[in-house]
């Protein structure tokens, strides 16, 4: 059974969404906790999951049964939240393997 956790970034984020799209995001936790999918970005650990014009950036730490919620971006953002998480994949990463 896997473990979800959020960035602040994410949180903050999350708080501002309509509720339709926190209805899914809820629903995709729950999903997730049983077993994650998604659309592989670049990397194994890193994936999206579309819902309508954003996405749901996360990483899986699948040796640890955890996923940390990066981020929550329209399509338009898609290149700023890749470039930000390959910038600080390491801390990232390391954070998720921490918690």
Do not use: C
Request: net charge positive; no cysteine.
């Amino acid at each position: 059974m896997y473990t979800i956790y959020a960035t602040d970034t994410f949180r903050s984020v999350y708080d501002a969404l309509q509720k339709d799209e926190k209805d899914w995001v809820d629903k995709v936790k729950e999903k997730f906790k049983e077993y994650p999918t998604g659309k592989p970005l670049g990397f194994p650990w890193f994936r999206e999951k579309k819902y309508m014009n954003k996405r749901l950036y996360f990483l899986i730490d699948e040796p640890g049964e955890k996923i940390l919620f990066v981020a929550f971006a329209s399509k338009k953002e898609h290149g700023e939240v890749i470039d930000f998480v390959k910038g600080n994949m390491r801390i990232l990463l390391e954070y998720l393997k921490k918690v």
